[in-house]
């Protein structure tokens, strides 16, 4: 175990994340469902089935040998998470990388938090200890970062409302999308919670075989729970994508964009997809290497490295220009708070909140 390598990995990971919208910002002539659906097939389909052949080759036999109750609850939460994606994407695209980055994750982070112990009725019991409070009052002080992102994103309408550096600023549609973004990505974790028989099915086979070790076939076992949970994110992914792309009539880009740039865009999507799925690969690399005493801080560590790379890719790509300096000393004063509460929800989980 090495902590400070685990850091360093959460912070590649973060850098992942906060980056896979960059190339997609630089796709022309392809309307933004045309870019999201060509990066996710990179994304969702052909990047993680490489990975896990490569990781944990066992897991087509895995998938065969699971009970289909256990796959077809493991897409359905992947499709739930899909549909939180979508809206994920729609955040950046009507905010901005640096606001709608944090509002999302702020959002994600509330919910995610909630949302479990509602589902399995244990949300009373949170009040009752020192953990769960301390994880109640991260999920407040989230609540007042999203509500600081907001208003910077108000002051943001008013002084530039002509500016041509983000065209489809929205802070209606955007705080909108967030709130479905968080609500719907709690898929995830119930997606990687039902299929976990997958993961173990894979590594069982894998060790057997003697096709890996058992540490590294312990390793690299959830990278077979991947593959079918965004599986099913990316079928949601495909009926909204579809829907925008029958009702715009946006298929038609992928051939009047002509040859060349449609082969810079792909490469662009594609470039997007890698990044994209990235995250996974070292988020759990960190988690790993992060041991049983800091494990806890790994979720609040990678969204905080996430909000930190967004926010400053989206000075990067000028997404504030004309905004004066009180509007961005607001935002980052919103970042802040943001980030400062994924560290004390994960503080509370610590406790055993």
């Known amino acids: 175990m090495n902590p400070l390598l685990g850091v360093f990995l959460h912070g590649v990971g973060g850098f992942a994340s906060a980056s896979f919208y960059v190339p997609i910002k ?3 002539k392809w309307r933004w469902e045309v870019a999201w659906i060509v990066m996710g097939i990179v994304a969702w389909l052909v990047t993680p089935m490489v990975v896990a052949t490569i990781t944990i080759p066992t897991w087509p036999e895995a998938i065969a ?61 949170i009040f009752s200890t020192v953990g769960g409070l301390v994880v109640m009052t991260g999920v407040v002080i989230g609540a007042l970062g999203i509500a600081i992102n907001g208003v910077a994103g108000v002051m943001k309408e008013r002084e530039c409302a002509n500016a041509d550096s983000l065209p ?7 705080l909108a999308v967030a709130v479905v973004s968080g609500l719907f990505s709690a898929g995830f974790a119930f997606s990687l919670a039902m299929g976990s028989p997958i993961a173990e099915v894979a590594k069982s ?25 965004l599986w099913g994110g ?13 009702k ?3 298929a038609g880009d992928l051939v009047s964009a002509g040859a060349r740039l449609g082969f810079s865009n792909f490469l662009l999507c594609a470039m997007a997809g890698v990044c994209w799925y990235g995250q996974f690969f070292f988020y759990g690399m960190g988690t790993t290497q992060l041991g049983k005493d800091y494990e806890f801080s790994s ?17 990067a790509l000028r997404e504030w220009k004309g905004t004066s300096a009180l509007t961005r000393t607001v935002l980052w004063l919103g970042i802040l708070v943001l980030i400062s509460s994924t560290f004390v929800i994960g503080l509370g989980n610590a406790f055993g909140g």
């Open 168 to 174: 489809e600023f929205d802070i209606k549609k955007g």
């Open 205 to 229: 086979i894998a060790v057997d075989t003697g096709a890996r070790a058992p540490e590294s076939a312990d390793f690299f076992k959830n990278n077979s729970t991947l593959v079918v949970t």
């Open 299 to 315: 979720w609040s560590l990678h969204m905080s490295f996430i909000i930190i790379f967004a926010a400053l890719w989206g000075l």
């Open 65 to 125: 040998r699971t009970d289909a109750r256990v796959l077809l609850l493991t897409a359905l939460f992947g499709g739930m998470w899909g549909f939180g994606n979508v809206a994920y994407g729609l955040t950046m695209r009507y905010l901005g990388l640096g606001l709608g980055v944090a509002v999302a994750l702020g959002t994600c982070a509330i919910f995610g938090t909630l949302i479990p112990p509602i589902v399995s009725g244990t949300f009373s019991g």
């Open 234 to 246: 990316f079928v949601s992914n495909l009926l909204i994508c579809g829907y925008m792309l029958a």
């Open 26 to 28: 630089f796709v022309r």
């Open 248 to 250: 715009n009539r946006s």
